[in-house]
Structures are given as C-alpha cells and as structure tokens.
C-alpha cells in the first residue's frame, strides 16, 4: 500500500528554505534570533521533505519540564528543529527556530537565582534521600 | 438558511422546475400550431426530406461564402464563445459531477488549466460581441432588453465560474453561492427569451430543411 | 487551599507550587502561541503576562445540548500543562461537573455572580429554544431565555461554545420545533465570542482563555465572531490532500483505489472548501488525526445551519434537485399551457378565415 503520507511538499517546503535563508541571515546581520512555525502548515502529516531538506546536526537538546520537548540542531549550524510536546507524548508546537542558542536553552537569570539560594542544602538534601531509600 | 443552502437547495428546484415547464410550455405552443397547407406536390420523398432537415441543421453552421467578409468576425467570435461554453459545461469536472447526481452518467473532465483558458476565450470573446453590439448603429438599434439581459444572464456564470476555479478572489462559499444562483436566473430567464435558441435553433433549422427539402430548394 | 483564596494567586506562583518552572509556562507559551497563529516572538511575552496573571471566574450554562462540547473539552485534558489553564481559571458553576445539586446549585450561581459581577466569564454550550415561552429547556424551573438574559448581564463577555451555542445547531435543524436560535440572537451589548464546531476542537477554547488571561482582551473576531485565529481558513485551504484536489485526483468512492492513495474526498462530499475551522492543522485527540485524513469527507459543522445544507454525501458541486416525478409535473403542466396557447392560436386563424370568406383558390 502506498504511503500517502508522504505527499508533494516540494512547494511549501522550497517556500520555507527561502524563509529559513531569510532568518539566518538577519542572524548573521544583526544578531536577531526569528523562528517559523510548522505545526499548522499543511504538510505531509510525515514532512519527510523538510526532514530531508534541513538533515541532522550535532547537538539535540532533551527538555523535560512540561512536557519533553526535543531541540536538534540541523545540519545548518543555527537552524534548529524543536517540537514541544506534553507527558502524554502529544506534539503541542513545532517550529524552525534561527538562533545562535534557542531561547528556552538558555537558563532564566531568576532560576539561576534561586538555584543559587538552593546550592548550599543541597548536600544535606541529598543525604536525606539517601537515607529514605535506605 | 445560508445562502449558499438556499442556491443549493430550494432557488435550485424553483429554476429547474419553471426551466423545464417554460421550456415544454414554448415547444408544445410552436410545435402544436396549425401547419400552413402544402398544395404542391413534395419533390422528395420522406427519407429525403428528413435527410434535409438533418443536413440543414449542419450546413448552417457555416455561412455562406457571399456572405463570409461580412459576417466572418460575428461567426468567429459566436462559435468561440459557444464552444467555450460547451467545453466549461461538459468538460469541467464539477459539472460532470452535478450531471452525474441527476443522470447518473459520467466520464472523464478536462484538465483545469484547460477550462480556464476556454473561460478566458469564452469571456473574451462575449465582451467583444456586447462592444460591437453597442457601437454597431443597426446593431444598437435592433438591440432590445431580451438581448442584453440574456447576454448578461450567460457572461455571469461564466465569470463566476472562473474566480471560483481561480480560487484567489471571494470567499470560496460566496462565490459558489453566487456561481449557483446565477446559474439559476439564466435558467429562469431561459425559456422567455433569446436563449431559447439554444432548443429551437436545432427544431427551427430541421423544419426549414424538410420544407426546403419538400420544395426542391437547397439546403 | 480555599478556592477563594486561590483567587489572587498568579499563575506563576501556582505553577511553582506544583513544581513548574519558568521554561515550563515558556514551553506552554510557545504553543499558545502557535495555536493561536501570533510570531513565535510573542511567547516570552505571553510567558510573563501569565506569569503575573490572577484567576478568572468561569459560569459555564448548559441548555439545549447534548453535552458532546463539554465532553469533548474534558477528554482534551490530561495531566498537562494545557489542562492547568482550566485549573487556573474558577469554573464556578457548570452542572455536569459540580457536586452541588438542586437548591445548592442554584444558590451557588448566585453566590459566583454576586462575587465575581462584571468579571465573569460566561461559557454556554447549547441553544436556547424560544417558543412558546422558552418551555423546551428549562433549569430548576427557570427558562434558558431567562437565565442567559439575567446571567449576561453582568457578565465580562458571552462565549458560545459549540455550534448550537453559536448558531443553533441541531435543535435549529428543520423543522425546528423548539425554536431554537443561538447566543448571538439574543445577547447584545456584549463581547461575544463564537467557538463552534460539533463539537469544536478543544484548543480553541484554552486558546481563546490564553489570550484573555495573558493580554487582557478577547482574540481578533471575524465577521461570525470567531476567533481568527481558528476560523479564518478553510479546512480546504489547510488541507494537506489540496494537491490531489488541485490535481484533479478525487476518490469516487469510498475505500477505492483513489481512497486509499489519499486522494481529495470533495467527490464524496467534502464541505472543505466552505468550512471555517481549524481542524485541518491542530487536528483532533491530541492532533492524532482529523475527518478527512481518517477517509471521510468534512461534514461543515461549524458553520450555520450545517444540518439543512443538504446531504453530507452531495458533493458541494451538486445540490437537491427536484426529482424526476416533479420535473414531470412540470413538464406536462408546460406542455398543457403550450397546448392551451396552440389552441387559442387556432382557434384565432379560424375565425379571422371565418371573417374573411373564402380564399380565391375555394372559390368555384
């Protein structure tokens, strides 16, 4: 049976490259991170095209707050390919993201903050879990 | 009830109905009048004479050649646009599918790159007619409502048709609400005006051609 | 913790009570964000205003409907960030879900109006029949009419969940017997949103409650007061089998070889093309899947009057003509006037020969 999931994308897709070629280089230019959404393009519900188009890079980043949401950088240095999803596996956001680091990478300064407030329990903290499992 | 529901639905019956009884209506009143008496004797026999309607219906497609530099831009431009009109009719695929509701008969559409073109010559073509039918002095003054009505009641389908083909201007359900509901005015209008040609052309030229054929003339 | 105290808690602060960080309302804004067709630039922004935002209260009425929008609304939610936007706001009546029951429950709405007047949200889910004093659907004895006139007036603004809400739906369906009407037809001089569907995707509403809760006014509307967001295109236009469409491949019927190569349903009755909604790319049960690419045409139901556009198998090229016996009707009672007018026309050519005597040719 064919896979009519795999469906004549070329337009879109050469559409999005453009746009893609667009963001990088106001990265370049000027620094400015953009991004594109594709989760409600009509593309093939597989988007194998894109898949093929855009390749695999060498960092993929696991998020797991929410949901667990994965950040792979395609083969263009900057071009990364993230999809949100909630714990039940449920995609909820897909989009190209043009950026030097992904902004939901990078850790909020308040965070950072109160991770810093939390640093000095965390010894005795960890030695009380201990203790519990045992 | 939306618009759309409404052409689709009761506008649809009502243009179809008073389509189909003005059209028997007109046929049943042409065709049941008293025959003039025939005194002389017939010069061919039946099979003759029907063969002479039939050619007649045919050999009237194609002026003839005393008339040609005269009528020669008014016949090109006539057969582009009913050509046109045939082409969108029965080779544009929704069409077919509307006849295929009704009859259940069905076969393969054009391309649509191919309808569009013939929408384009189609309407083209009709505009050209309507400025020569407004600037031409006789033409003008011959011109009654009957003619410009029914020029209007066919160019609206035709333009309607393409921008929903199109699919760039309009909302596509306005669009084929207003397609469908001036499709139904022209077969409202239809058995009232000119356009009934369209069934009495074929009967009016059969008939010249057996009288013809009757009295020896050519046909 | 009280409920009423949890009214002036933020989200932020809710959020971390439950162990949720900051990149977690950043992920959830990402695909608010992208749900409601804003730049993805906007979700740090969306972030922060929900990190600052406060609970809103949410009087949700049921009249004349089956229940299917509330269902499809509690099926949506699992244990998610998505689903804590329904645990931030305060849904302060809704008559399937509360315990309340009775002279409770009424006392309840009373007590929710009276404490949160003007800032309410209101959700109603079904018509509101209108005949005969409004008879066909009543609550604790009272008519829909006169509960929705007494609870919208205090309310911040009316959404009108699902397609009965919105325009009438399946009550409204000829012949209509209840005289049923939607929201819209009896509410003015408030925000009105219209969510419909049959019933709709459940990302609408968390959606249209992000944008609220995060920017302080309801979303874009278009002319049907829907959300633009989700209702400004077509399923057709969103439609990932429009190449077949535009390449002339259409299924003829069902689970045919074109069926199963994915090919346009618009042959089978595909009301894509005149269909407002977002189905196409969010997509249902968790953007699983969506009519048209499980093989059945969209049947329009979140448009007016969906039920009496004739059938869902009619393709949009055809319509409901009026069948062959009336078109015989019709055809004989043509037939019978053209006869009428033949004979009237005979009947003149003989009394004007009658009138003029015989022709030369007669005469002896």
């Keep these: 049976m064919t896979d009519f999931t795999y469906l004549p994308d070329e337009g879109l897709v050469d559409a999005l490259i453009m746009e893609i070629a667009d963001l990088l280089r106001r990265l370049i230019e000027h620094g400015e991170a953009g991004s594109t959404v594709l989760l409600r393009l009509p593309l093939s519900p597989s988007r194998l095209t894109l898949d093929h188009c855009l390749g695999q890079g060498e960092i993929a980043v696991l998020l797991d707050a929410a949901g667990r949401s994965t950040i792979r950088e395609t083969s263009f240095p900057g071009v990364w390919w993230t999809t949100h999803a909630d714990d039940t596996g449920r995609v909820i956001a897909m989009l190209i993201e043009v950026a030097f680091v992904p902004h939901i990478v990078r850790a909020d300064i308040d965070d950072v903050a109160r991770g810093c407030q939390r640093l000095p329990g965390a010894t005795n903290a960890a030695r009380r879990a201990r203790r519990t499992v045992a | 009830m939306t618009l759309l529901a409404f052409a689709r639905g009761p506008a649809l019956q009502a243009a179809l109905l008073i389509m189909i009884a003005g059209i028997f209506w007109r046929l049943a009143g042409i065709f049941l009048l008293p025959p003039r008496a025939q005194h002389a004797a017939p010069r061919h026999s039946l099979a003759g004479r029907i063969g002479g309607g039939a050619l007649m219906i045919v050999s009237r497609f194609i002026p003839h050649h005393t008339f040609w530099p005269r009528v020669a831009m008014s016949v090109v431009l006539s057969t582009t646009f009913h050509l046109g009109l045939a082409i969108i009719l029965l080779g544009g695929a929704p069409h077919i599918l509307l006849i295929h509701q009704v009859t259940g008969l069905t076969w393969p559409g054009l391309p649509k790159g191919l309808i569009v073109i013939s929408s384009g010559l189609t309407l083209a073509s009709m505009i050209v007619l309507l400025i020569r039918r407004i600037t031409h002095p006789v033409l003008r003054m011959l011109s009654t409502v009957d003619d410009y009505l029914s020029w209007l009641l066919v160019f609206l389908p035709v333009l309607t048709g393409i921008l929903l083909a199109g699919e760039t201007i309009g909302g596509y359900g306005t669009l084929l609400a207003l397609h469908i509901l001036s499709v139904e005015l022209m077969m409202v209008w239809l058995p009232f005006g000119k356009l009934m040609h369209g069934a009495l052309v074929f009967a009016g030229r059969w008939g010249m051609g057996m009288n013809f054929a009757r009295k020896g003339a050519a046909t | ?364």
């Design chain 3, 1 to 364: 913790m009280d409920d009423r105290e949890t009214m002036t808690e933020t989200l932020c602060a809710m959020l971390a009570r439950r162990g949720f960080g900051r990149r977690s309302l950043l992920q959830f804004a990402i695909a608010m964000t992208s749900s409601l067709a804003l730049p993805p630039s906007v979700a740090p922004v969306m972030a922060a205003n929900l990190a600052k935002a406060k609970r809103r209260s949410v009087i949700w009425l049921s009249f004349q409907e089956c229940t299917g929008c509330l269902e499809t609304l509690l099926r949506s939610s699992s244990p998610t960030i998505d689903s804590l936007i329904f645990d931030f706001i305060s849904l302060d009546y809704q008559e399937a879900l509360m315990a309340a029951a009775g002279d409770a429950a009424e006392r309840t709405l009373r007590e929710a109006v009276a404490a949160n007047k003007g800032q309410y949200l209101l959700a109603i889910d079904g018509s509101i029949p209108i005949k005969d004093g409004g008879v066909y659907s009543l609550t604790g004895g009272r008519s829909n009419v006169e509960m929705l006139a007494e609870i919208a007036t205090n309310a911040r603004a009316v959404l009108a969940i699902g397609t009965c809400a919105a325009y009438g739906g399946i009550p409204k369906a000829y012949p209509n017997p209840t005289g049923a009407v939607g929201v819209d037809d009896l509410v003015s001089g408030k925000p009105i949103v219209n969510i419909p569907g049959c019933p709709p995707v459940p990302e609408v509403l968390s959606g249209v409650l992000v944008h609220f809760i995060s920017f302080g006014r309801l979303p874009d509307l278009d002319d049907r007061k829907r959300p633009l967001a989700y209702f400004g295109t077509t399923i057709h236009d969103q439609c990932y089998r429009r190449p077949f469409y535009d390449q002339g491949k259409f299924a003829k019927s069902f689970d045919d070889a074109g069926a199963r190569q994915g090919w346009c349903l618009f042959e089978l009755g595909c009301k894509g093309p005149t269909t407002h909604n977002a189905c196409a790319s969010l997509k249902w049960n968790g953007g699983a899947s969506f009519p048209i690419e499980s093989g059945h045409g969209c049947l329009g139901c979140s448009e007016p009057d969906f039920w009496d556009a004739g059938g869902f198998y009619t393709p949009l090229a055809g319509g409901s003509p009026p069948g062959w016996r009336n078109a015989g009707i019709a055809a004989a009672v043509g037939v019978a006037a053209g006869a009428a007018a033949a004979l009237a026309a005979r009947g003149r050519a003989a009394s004007a020969r009658h009138k003029a005597g015989p022709s030369p040719e007669e005469t002896p």
